[in-house]
């Protein structure tokens, strides 16, 4: 069982940055896709960023293009999540996730408990 612990959420200021974190236990298999999820009330959680294992390979939300970016550490088990030029739209509760499939469909991941981002 992966637990997934996420840090970093905040309310901040339309244009400002945030850096959320999330650290795994027990990921020992270099597999693992790892990424973040994004809702808000009365929507369907959507993914935003996700980072393959082979630490290039990338699926970013249209919305969130050119402004996030998605990586890991060297022992992939924390991925980041570095939002720029935030607005009020990004505005939601963020969510970690890990899987070994396509992360980004969000079917058989582990999840984190989720941090909050105002904007």
């Known amino acids: 069982h992966v637990q997934l612990v996420e840090s970093g959420g905040a309310s901040v200021q339309p244009g400002g940055s945030l850096r959320l974190s999330c650290a795994a236990s027990?990921?020992?298999?270099?597999?693992?896709?790892m990424g973040w999820f994004r809702q808000v009330p009365g929507k369907r959680r959507e993914a935003v960023a996700v980072?393959?294992?082979?630490?290039?390979?990338?699926f970013y939300a249209d919305s969130v293009k050119g402004r996030f970016t998605v990586s890991r550490d060297s022992a992939g088990t924390t991925v980041y999540l570095e939002m720029f030029s935030l607005k009020p739209e990004d505005t939601g509760t963020y969510t970690c996730?890990?899987?070994?499939?396509?992360?980004?469909?969000?079917?058989?991941?582990?999840w984190g408990q989720g941090t909050q981002v105002t904007v």
């Open positions: 980072l393959y294992a082979d630490g290039t390979t990338t």
């Open positions: 027990t990921i020992t298999d270099s597999t693992y896709c």
């Open positions: 996730t890990a899987g070994t499939g396509r992360c980004e469909y969000g079917i058989n991941n582990y």
